[in-house]
């Protein structure tokens, strides 16, 4: 399996879920076009993509097809010609609603834009850009290209033929793709964010070790690694931001960011991508 011809994707953000989104594309044969905010954080990202592809490679997650090639840069002119944008930057809703609507005025009526969030609404994003059918979101747990199944949300503007189009190139990229409709958080982060949060105040409350939480998460319950090693995997600062959104969204104050999380995201302390979080990395 590989790319169509035609796939000639951008991706914009090249951070843990850019760069895994670029990997996964560049293994089944689609050249992609990454986007970053400057010299230092193009090069960064060409780092992290190159130790995605080695780390999928080993795992044996692409078909046998030679790699697709990468263009790093910087600007969005960059995404003019792509077929399908993923949008991969921070997980705050203005942000990404100025990238998002920069964006539709770039690219060719039609072209799928793709956000690539945690859980903010399609259709709150859908104001900001020009072709609200032209938008939908999809949610890669990470990393991208080991994980087969990816929530997709179609928002309530969403046109059937970008659907289809963003359905037809996950499936070139050997995913599974499962729609479901638009609401805050949508099905996968409003179940395992809130988890992750209640696995923290446990922690707090000195209830239990964070090895012991996992432990019991994984061992008792089927938990793959456990809610605290997944939340340094996702990054303590994107979580708490989208729990921050969920809070908002839902009006359920217990969705916040529990005390310790704040303070290990005000440390520094985030997870697998700086060398500590919950756990720490060497
Ligand atoms: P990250 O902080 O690791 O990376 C974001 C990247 O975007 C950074 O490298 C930053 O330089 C870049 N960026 C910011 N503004 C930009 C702009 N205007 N143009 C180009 N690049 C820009 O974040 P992440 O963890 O990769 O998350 C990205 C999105 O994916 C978020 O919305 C997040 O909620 C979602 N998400 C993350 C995970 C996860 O496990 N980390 C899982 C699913 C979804």
Redesign the pocket.
Known sequence: MGGQAQDRPAV???????SAITAMALGHGVPVTL???DGE?VEL?KRRVAQQLRHARLMGAFPDVPEGELTATTGLAAARDATAVVE????DDK?KAA?LGELSALVAPGTPLIT???GIPVDELAEAVERPADLLAT????PAYLIPNVEVVRGPRTGQSTLDAVLGLLERLSRKPIVVRDSPGFVTSRLLHPMINDAARVVEAGTASVEAVDELMQGCLGHPTGPLRTAD???LD?LAD?LRALAERTGDPRHAPCALLRSKVADGHLGR?SGRGFYEYG
């Open positions: 914009i953000g090249g951070g843990v879920m850019g986007v970053e905010i954080a990202a991969a930057i921070v997980e942000v990238v690539n969030t945690s949610h890669f747990m990470n995997l996702i990054g994107n989208a991508k």
